[in-house]
């Protein structure tokens, strides 16, 4: 099975731009909900739910930063092939193949399974510097490095 990288990249580039777009979404939402919050005879159950609206506006604005920097990663990934395991490489195994870029899991790519993972996941961290035909113990199983894209 062969990849074309900058196909996968550019799938991956649109999957983290509709993130972006519903967590933008999301925050407008939640921002409305502590904006069009009108007070009631029962000040406590106000300042709760405005609190959780904050803090949902929060945990957004985080997971925000998060897409936007991943988005960043993709677009300044090497799509040239290295002869060792890097950022921007597909690594072909027994078990597998990876995509190391940035944490999505999964991707369908011509009906094949491509685990998109980070340098940082921890099989990623066991992929990072190895060769073809390099080994690295996982889960208890051994992946046999067949080739790097």
């Known amino acids: 099975m062969s990849y074309n990288k900058q196909e996968i990249i550019e ?9 972006i777009n519903d967590i933008n979404a999301a925050k407008e939402t939640a921002q409305d ?19 959780m609206a904050q803090q949902e506006l929060n945990r957004l ?3 925000l930063l998060q897409a936007q920097a991943d988005l960043d990663k993709l677009k300044t990934l090497n799509v040239k092939p290295t002869c060792i395991v890097s950022v921007g490489s597909i690594v072909i195994t027994n078990q597998f193949d990876y995509f190391i870029a940035i944490s999505v899991g999964p991707v369908k790519i011509n009906d094949k399974s491509l685990m998109v993972i980070s340098k940082e996941s921890p099989i990623g961290s066991l992929l ?19 080739n790097i894209l």
């Not at 799938?11 to 993130?19: A, F, G, H, V, Y």
């Not at 060769?131 to 067949?146: P, R, Y």
């Open 11 to 19: 799938i991956l580039i649109e999957k983290s731009q509709n993130r």
């Open 33 to 51: 909900a502590i904006l069009n919050d009108t007070k009631s005879s029962m000040g406590d159950k106000y300042e709760t739910s405005r609190e």
């Open 61 to 63: 604005q985080t997971q």
């Open 128 to 146: 990072i510097g190895n060769k073809t035909g390099g080994k690295v113990t996982f889960n208890e199983k051994e992946l046999m490095i067949k």
